[in-house]
């Protein structure tokens, strides 16, 4: 929401008030790269619908003045040995953890969520930093390659950082969003402008904040604010990369923006995930893990599920083990531990899950735990929610609600269900549950996602770093994590050096003599067996 910033006394309330102290909010509110006469913007704290603390906007010549500063500082930042900018992300890691509990309430104070998704989050961050620390100087070091005439030519091939990185994030997962992609751009050497949103806006600053007293000097990593449709476009105008986290509609546009200037960039965009629950699991464990893979975060999560295809032969036993355990689950509002089941971000939220499920019993579905709003707990909470019957006229079917909703379908074989959770224009995450490893695997093998997870719902392939994560399809382009989550952030420069003679044509030698020449040797190197 966009308010007046003539008009906006700094009404943070009392739960706002619990969670930061007057001094922190000014902290944090000027670390935004404001001019402070482009309005400001605020949220609503989801567990009460109190006022958020507001936070100054961005004007274009804002965000060009944070582009300027990182240009500025990027070539120092990028001389630095990578083992001084691991270093940094070492002692970021540090005090992210020795700070948790202040995380966790500010995370929980925007979002609404559960204290245990919080954490999920907060764990991300400190796994994120440790890896890439670990692991960047000898991703980034420059190697040699087969030179073109072997001996004479000697090939080394440089990873160059790419600039400034702008990075745009969404307000599901604020901390580990906002700050894990910068670790990486930053870690290849490059500057940051980062644009979160603006519901999370004191999260996203928060974790900036402990990365600055980390020893990240001024200026690497600068945050501009504002709404996405006005501001997203002035960072990638000024980019030289954007990594970009939210819905598919908007990623197109973003992405088509980016092709316009002719930037590279990564999507991490939406889904449409399937689980597949075979005929011989034991159905216990397969309920907790899809009430987990369905519901955490309040089902606001790129990578949940949001259909679940059961084998015939344990369909029974699974729903009613599933059932079960979400009429179990705990809704809470408050800042802390002990709920399973936190809020809605926002009334837009909870208007887009009202909707689907409305939608789909008003066409035939039939709910099986859940459907219903629980203003009783708080303004924006949704009961964890299972439905049946669900077909492809409803919009839920095909289109991601992402909250707690997830559908169940009756399938007659493992190849049935393979071929339904791959009828959907994404392909970001799926889930396989089953006794046999190797039965998972295999089936793992045919499903059309970008991550698969094998008896779990999305932790496994998330939290495994060291791997890619991204999506086929409409849920993305490039991958985050890993080397190749790191490399994207560098140019690749190849540099060949050429000894005594090379392909220029000697004086004295006549073209046929010299052209005859290349070839044939061109020809001996295969009979030699050579790459
Ligand atoms: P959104 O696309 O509305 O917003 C995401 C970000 O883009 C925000 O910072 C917003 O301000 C900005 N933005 C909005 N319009 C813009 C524009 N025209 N130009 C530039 N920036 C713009 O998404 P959301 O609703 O905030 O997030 C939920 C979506 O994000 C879901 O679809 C979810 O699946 C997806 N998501 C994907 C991943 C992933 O890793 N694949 C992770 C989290 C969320």
Redesign the pocket.
């Known amino acids: 929401m966009s308010i007046d910033v003539d008009a906006a006394p700094d009404t943070s309330t009392l739960l706002a008030d619990s969670v930061m102290s007057a001094e922190l909010v000014r902290l944090l509110r000027s670390r935004v790269t404001s001019s402070e006469r482009s309005g400001v913007t605020t949220g609503t704290a989801p567990f009460d619908g109190s006022e958020l603390p507001f936070v100054y906007s961005s004007s274009e010549e804002d965000v060009e003045v944070a582009f300027r500063t990182a240009r500025r500082r990027q070539p120092i930042w990028g001389a630095l040995p990578v083992a001084e900018r691991a270093r940094i992300m070492l002692r970021f890691h540090d005090l992210v953890y020795s700070r948790r509990q202040q995380g966790l309430d500010i995370v929980q104070l925007e979002t609404g969520k559960a204290r245990g998704s919080a954490a999920e989050e907060l764990g991300d961050v400190l796994i994120t930093a440790r890896y890439y620390a670990r692991t960047a100087e000898k991703v980034l070091r420059s190697n040699t390659r087969r030179g073109a005439i072997p001996v004479l030519t000697a090939t080394r091939v440089h990873h160059v950082p790419l600039g400034v990185v702008g990075i ?6 604020p901390l580990t ?1 906002a700050i894990t992609d910068a670790i990486a751009a930053l870690m290849a050497g490059n500057a940051v402008v980062l ?4 519901q999370t806006m004191f999260t996203a600053l928060w974790v900036v904040e402990q990365m600055l007293e980390a020893g990240l000097p001024e200026g690497v990593l600068n945050v501009v604010s ?4 006005e ?3 002035y ?2 105008d000024r980019a030289d990369y954007v990594m ?8 197109r ?2 992405a088509a ?1 980016c092709g316009e200037r002719l930037i590279a960039c990564s ?5 449409k995930n399937a689980m597949i629950v075979a005929d011989d699991v034991n159905v216990e464990r397969a309920a907790r893990i899809a009430v987990a893979a369905s519901f955490s975060n309040t089902g ?4 949940s599920m949001e259909r679940i295809y059961i084998h015939t032969d344990v369909y029974d036993e699974f729903i009613s083990a599933f059932v079960r355990r979400t009429d179990a689950l705990e809704l809470g509002a408050g800042i802390g531990w002990g709920a399973d089941i936190g809020s809605l971000i926002s009334g837009r ?1 909870l208007a887009r899950v009202t909707e689907h499920v409305d939608d789909a019993v008003a066409q035939g579905a039939r709910v099986l735990a859940g459907g219903r709003p629980r203003p009783d707990v708080g303004p924006y909470f949704y009961e964890p929610t299972i439905l049946v019957d669900v077909t492809r006229e409803m919009i839920l079917s095909f289109t ?1 609600t ?1 909250g707690p909703v997830v559908s169940v379908y009756r399938v007659d074989s493992v190849e049935e269900a393979i071929e339904r959770a791959n009828h959907t224009e994404y392909g ?1 995450n799926a889930s396989v549950v089953t006794s046999s490893t190797r039965r998972g695997k295999d089936i793992a093998r045919q499903l059309d996602a970008g991550t698969v997870n094998v008896n779990e719902g999305y932790g496994a392939a998330w939290a495994s770093v060291d791997a890619p ?3 086929f399809r409409a ?2 382009l490039g991958r ?1 994590h890993g080397k190749e989550g790191l490399l994207k952030y560098t140019e690749i420069k190849n540099v060949a050096v050429q000894r005594v003679q090379g392909f220029t044509r000697p004086d004295g030698v006549s073209d046929k003599v010299w052209g005859e020449g290349l070839i044939t040797s061109v020809a001996i190197m295969r009979r030699l067996g050579m790459k």
Do not use: H
Request: with cysteine; charged share 15%; proline share 8%.
């Open positions: 745009i994030s969404p307000w599901n997962y969003l644009k979160p949103d603006t504002g709404e996405g449709p501001v997203g476009p960072v990638i970009f986290t939210g819905s598919t509609a908007t990623g546009k973003v923006r999507m991490e965009l939406g889904g606001q999560l790129c990578i939220q991601e992402f970001l994560m991204g999506g849920s993305g985050r």
